[in-house]
Structure formats: C-alpha cells, structure tokens
C-alpha cells in the first residue's frame, strides 16, 4: 500500500517534496522521487512485500517505470508463468511482476491481474503512459490533464493548489454525502473510473480513456443450494489465502457482524500462525458490538484486542478526518474507522476486513426496507401521490422516510436511486447529470433486489465505503484487505439466483449457513448495531457550540446551490429534538470544515 505520484509540469524538486510530504502517511518507509525525459515520478512506500530496499519504487526495467499502489494478490502464480517464458527475476515483489508482466502482455495484463491497485507505467521508448485502476475501485487514482499538461496521484491534496472548486460537485456531495468518479471538488482534477485504463500520448498530446471490466447482465447459475455454498466456500477461503501473504503482521477486523466474522473464521482456518483480530467497543450499548465480538474470537482462538473508547476519543478525530479525507465526505462511520486503524496499527501494518458483504450478500437494511415497499411501488403513481398529500400516513404512524419516499416516487428504479442521493433535497436547483455514469444497473438485471444491489456497488462502493476504508487506514500507514472485494467474489454472487442470498427477510443466507461451520448460529445470530457513532447526539450536546459556529450565515450563503432557508429550518428542528436530520447537518458541518482546512471559505 503506497501512494504514487507523476506529473510532467516542471515543478522545483521543493514542490515535489512538499507534495509528497502531505500525504506521507500513506508510504512512510520510503519516499521515491525520479525525474526522466521531463517527468517526475513520486513514490510513498508502505513496505509489505520484499521489504528489502531493491523493491522501492520507482521502479526501472529497460524502458519502463512504474509506480504502483496496492497489492496484486496473484502474483506468484503470473510470476511463474512469465518464468516458463523465459523471464528473470531480481526481487520477490508485486511490483516487478506488474511491470514484467506489462512488458510482455501489454494492456491484457490487467485481465491476469487480481488485486487491488493504481499504478502508471511510462514507456520512454514510445513516450507513453500507461495508468489503470483496480476492478472495484478499492484504490484510488486522481489525474490532472489540460493542454498536454498532467499530474497524477493518490489523493487529491497534492493537487489542490490554485484549483477552483466545482459548483457541481458540491451539489452531489449535498444530495449523496460523497462526490462521485469520475468529479471531484475541484472543476479540473477527475477520479479516473473503476475497471478503466488511461493512456497519455506525449507526442500527440492525447488522453484515452478505456474500460477494461464491468459488471454485466446477469446469467443465473443452474445449481443447488448445497452445490453453491460448497462452491463459495471455496472461493472464499482461496480469496482470503491469498491476502495472508505478507512480510509483515497481519491481523483481522472482527465486528459483531456476519462478514468479519466469516473472514476471520477462514483467516484462522487457513493461516499458518495464530491470527489477530482486533475491535472497538462503545460505552452506550446500542452501539457496542464488542462483546459479540470477543465471543467469536473466543470461539475461533484468536489473540483479540478490544478498545473501549468514549466520545472525546472520537471527538478528538475530528480534525484527523479532514486532513485524511482531502474531499468532502460525510459518511460518519468513518470516524470509528479512523479509531480502529489507529489501535491496530499499534500490532499489525495489514488487516482482513468484510467489507464488500452487504453489497453482493443483500446485506444492508435498505435492501429489506426496498421488499417491504415493492408493494406499494405497485400502485399507481397518481394514486400514491395522492396518499402522501393526505396526510393519511401521520394518523396511522406509517410516515417514515422511505414510506413517503415510495408514495413520492414515479418508479421503481427511481426508488433505488433515491437510497443512495436525495435527488435535490437541500438544493435550489436539482442536478443529477453524475446519475448518467450510473446507469448500467438498469440493464444487467431484471430483479429488483439485484438492480438495487448492482448500483451499491458501482455507485456506493466505489465512493463511500473504499474511500472510508483508504483514508482511514492510510491515515495511520495500515493496509486493509478485503477478501470480499475479490471480483471473483462478486461474478460468482451475482449469478446466484436470489433467494440463495436473500430469503423472506432472511439476509445473506449463504453467508449465515457457511459461517455455521465455524460458529454456532445463536452466537451470530444477534441483532447487528452497524458501524456508527452517535453524532446526531453529540451536536444537541457537547457539539453544539461548535456546529452552530461552523454552520453561521456566512459560510451557508457562501454554499453554492444550497437552499439555506430550507437548511436552517432542518437544523432548527434537530436540535430542538423535533426531528433527526443528523445526515444533512453532518454534511454541511464536514463541507464547512473543508472549506476552511483548504482555504477555500
């Protein structure tokens, strides 16, 4: 896990250090600079394979350089395979692999390549660059390109100066927390998609943009329950051997929830050494999964590790959130996140994880609140609007968001949609044109559940849950691999036929009847608290003060787009406990704190 950099404006070798030095948390072993035919290459290492020095980066062979994020979890297997072709050697790193391994397949290495990763290859023969991102997007890859003029990177920080924001991108951080690819918050800077590559022709002066993996339309599997759940176990266990390959401590995050526990589970199973697993624990109850969690890890015989923390802990991150999360970005689960990276990295530099779950399992509380409604979808949409406008749901106590999202909405992919963005909700004006590279999940399925699920995955994944897990675990130099977010993980769930995954209510059924091998069904089978703090609570409390200062009239009306009458209202109401509106307060606190830790208030 590293952080990488190339750009080819002549910056002084001053502004690369300084660059480089602010996001050094995501490579703090090495820092690689190399300049080559009026290009500069940047490189932070986090060491984890071949920890010996031969395997910095960049790395040269002949007339190619690299610099590589990630980790290419078969690479064994394609480095044997490059040896029966007569290839050599010098390090036992991913990284020379990746690179011979473009040397002699070219772009078709990405379809032998399982990992995650960002990383841009030059060739100075052809004066060309080649760039790709991992299938999932579980790493990410910034880019600048204006008038033949680039600059790549890991995070956006490097990249930030003398940019101007983008209007457009804040009304999508308004409407889903979180700026989707390929936008960021600034009008020039682009996220390059998942399952893409990127060449740059110096002599042409050209970008092109290819897609080389997506999900596609579903072909169900001809195959009995117990066929498939032999077969997934299989699967699962290789995924999960396969991220135990390290040179340094590796560990596992164990929650109270079914997918750590299965990773952990297999993790034991399969790793030659006595695994650690690690988690966090709340004083409040309704939040604290801890004990569930030392219960597995007692079962399993893991050397587990608890932490405890209360809310100043959680408090104190704050700050840490903005700096790490150079983007806008509200989802608050990444505060805890920042805390459990922070107590693992004390033992451990890698960590399993389950995230990637819920998205192919039909695990999250939206995917049964979307069974709940169908019915109602399957009314008449006239009909249903005149049943929101008449106040009938308030007198029967059936008025909760997603009811009234149901009756409000004209269809059912509309009603998908709306799980992940408000469509509007705080803007003056409605913008929903990011909505056009999220499209693909109306056609690769006919079933609702999987429609729901596929844009989970294309749009949720990518921008909310792996940029929580990145930032937050290279915020304190550990590199978090999930098992879950193997993509033969995801082909293998998607061609299942749904009730394997998703039974009358019962969620992540294979996953439940596979983890029973390991531990008792009345131990996993407790009520799930999620990974979440109370900040709602916090900002009618000890936060008070400090949100109603950052959320002042100033900044509101400096918000582009944003209805601030229609924002003031909301806030009034939370905290005068009259409504929850935690999410939309959240998001505009977090806007404001960005504003001000860049300098663009």
């Not at 956006?156 to 009304?171: F, R």
């Not at 050397?303 to 104190?316: A, D, Q, V, Y």
């Not at 844009?455 to 550990?478: H, P, T």
Request: aromatic content about 12%; some cysteine.
């Amino acid at each position: 896990m590293c952080g990488i950099y190339l750009t080819n404006i002549l910056y002084t070798d001053e502004d690369i250090n300084s660059k480089l030095e602010s996001i050094s948390f995501r490579g703090p072993d090495y820092t690689g600079i190399e300049r080559l035919n009026d290009i500069t290459f940047g490189h932070l290492r986090l060491s984890i394979l071949d920890l010996d020095p031969r395997s910095n980066q960049p790395m040269d062979i002949e007339n190619l350089t690299i610099v590589f994020n990630g980790e290419i979890y078969n690479y064994k297997t394609i480095r044997k395979e490059l040896q029966d072709l007569g290839y050599s050697f010098k390090t036992e790193s991913d990284t020379e692999v990746l690179l011979v391994g473009y040397k002699h397949w070219g772009t078709e290495v990405l379809n032998k390549i399982n990992g995650m990763f960002a990383f841009s290859i030059y060739d100075a023969t052809t004066n060309k660059i080649f760039s790709a991102r991992d299938r999932l997007g579980v790493k990410p890859f910034y880019y600048y390109w204006e008038d033949g003029k680039f600059e790549i990177c890991s995070q956006i920080k490097p990249m930030l100066a003398d940019k101007k924001v983008s209007e457009d991108a804040i009304s999508m951080f308004l409407d889903c927390m979180f700026i989707p690819s390929p936008y960021t918050i600034v009008k020039t800077v682009f996220k390059l998609p998942p399952g893409n590559f990127m060449e740059i022709d110096l002599n042409s002066n050209t970008l092109n943009i290819e897609e080389y993996w997506n999900l596609t339309p579903v072909k169900i599997k001809d195959i009995s329950y117990e066929d498939a759940k032999k077969e997934l176990h299989e699967l699962l266990l290789d995924a999960v051997k396969i991220r135990l390959q390290s040179d340094v401590p590796i560990g596992s995050f164990l929650s109270g929830g079914i997918d750590s526990a299965l990773v952990s589970s297999m993790a034991a199973k399969v790793s030659d050494s006595k695994i650690s697993t690690f988690s966090i624990g709340f004083d409040d109850p309704e939040y604290d999964e801890s004990k569930i969690a030392e219960q597995y890890a007692e079962i399993l015989n893991t050397t587990h590790k608890t932490t405890i923390c209360n809310p100043t802990e959680i408090l104190n991150l704050i700050p840490k959130l903005t700096d790490v999360y150079d983007e806008p970005f509200a989802d608050s689960s990444a505060l805890p996140s920042l805390l459990l990276n922070k107590v693992t990295k004390q033992y451990v530099t890698v960590a399993l994880s389950g995230d990637g779950g819920d998205e192919s399992f039909i695990g999250y509380e939206h995917f049964d609140s979307l069974v709940r409604n169908k019915k109602i979808m399957d009314i008449p949409y006239v009909f249903r609007k005149l049943i929101a406008k008449s106040g009938v749901l308030k007198l029967v106590g059936m008025n909760s968001h997603r009811i009234k999202n149901a009756l409000n909405t004209k269809g059912r992919n509309d009603f998908i949609e709306n799980i992940f963005s408000r469509k509007g909700f705080l803007l003056k004006e409605k913008r929903q044109d990011y909505m056009k590279h999220y499209q693909g999940y109306k056609k690769w399925s006919n079933i609702f559940l999987q429609k729901a699920a596929d844009l989970n995955i294309k749009l949720w994944l990518e921008n909310d849950s792996n940029v929580k897990v990145d930032r937050a675990s290279m915020a304190y130099s550990v590199e978090v691999r999930s098992p879950f977010l193997d993509y033969r993980v995801v082909e293998y769930a998607r061609s299942l036929p749904m009730h394997f995954r998703y039974d009358k209510g019962r969620q992540k059924k294979i996953l439940r009847d596979i983890l029973k091998e390991y531990i008792p069904e009345d131990v996993f089978n407790q009520p799930k608290r999620g990974f979440a703090v109370p900040i709602g609570d916090w900002m009618r409390t000890d936060l008070k003060a400090e949100f109603l200062k950052a959320l002042n009239d100033d900044f509101l009306n400096s918000v582009p787009n944003l209805n601030v009458p229609k924002f003031k209202r909301l806030l009034n109401e939370h905290m005068e406990h009259k409504e929850d509106h935690t999410a939309h307060v959240w998001k505009l606190y977090v806007l404001s704190k960005w504003y001000d830790e860049f300098g663009f208030r």
